[in-house]
């Protein structure tokens, strides 16, 4: 398969794994603070609970990263992958401007969701509980807020951060790292689900994960396009993911 030489950079998932263990350690500080001068008519009871709740998250999140870690070394320093591709500016351009436009969509729907589901819960406290109505008022819109941002904002941010980076993307049998971006589905309760050739709008490889996190089962569907001059054994690159 016809493929780019990888220039030298470095694991994006070590920069994850210093995040990690940085909210690990702010945290189990900050329950050492509460537990130290805990008072019942202050936050540290509240605070202990959270920094317990993130420091459990995030010991398994710095295992599964180191894991990813050793994966990506091998597959850069060693060349153990299907395919590397770099786009050129204009290949990489068009690719953003159709992820911007998919991942809005995609970001809306769910924040018109999230947005009724929120309505239901809170407006009966609203009307109802007349103690807390300021309170459930202003919750309700803070998480209005939090849905428009991640629906219609976050999605442009993320555009303009990526279009002047390099474009380019290492296909890997379970995983795909796209622009220092790296999504797989080799961990507990996830799998492979599918890899299509999509001509329209753009000639693309979609490709599909399934894993489950605290809503229960989900998909995830990552958009690698295709080089002009990278057209050929694509069937043969779908047929190595597993």
């Known amino acids: 398969m016809e493929q780019d030489a990888i220039p030298k950079f470095k ?38 609970m959270v920094s317990i709740t993130v420091v459990l998250t995030s010991l398994f999140f710095i295992r599964t990263t180191m894991k990813n870690i050793k994966v990506l070394d091998e597959a850069i320093n060693r060349k153990i992958m299907i395919v590397h591709w770099k786009y050129t500016n204009e290949e990489w351009l068009d690719y953003l401007l159709h992820e911007e436009d998919y991942r809005s969509n995609q970001g809306r729907l769910m924040a018109i969701f999230l947005s009724v589901v929120t309505a239901i819960i809170f407006i009966p406290f609203i009307l109802f509980i007349p103690e807390g109505k300021f309170f459930m008022f202003m919750v309700m819109l803070g998480l209005y807020g939090l849905y428009f941002f991640m629906g219609y904002i976050f999605p ?87």
């Open 156 to 242: 442009s941010i993320l555009f303009y951060l990526k279009r002047k980076s390099v474009g380019e993307v290492i296909l890997l049998e379970k995983g795909v790292l796209l622009n220092k971006e790296f999504h797989t589905w080799d961990f507990p309760l996830s799998k492979f689900n599918s890899a299509e050739l999509k001509e329209k709008p753009y000639f693309h490889l979609a490709i599909t994960y399934d894993f489950v996190d605290r809503t229960g089962p989900r998909s995830y569907t990552v958009n690698v396009p295709i080089p002009r001059k990278n057209t050929k054994d694509i069937k043969n690159i779908i047929s190595s993911f597993n």
């Open 11 to 48: 694991n994006p998932q070590r920069l994850a794994l210093f995040k990690w263990i940085f909210a690990d350690l702010f945290f189990i500080i900050l329950a050492l603070h509460s537990y130290i001068t805990f008072d019942i008519h202050s936050y540290d009871g509240l605070f202990i």
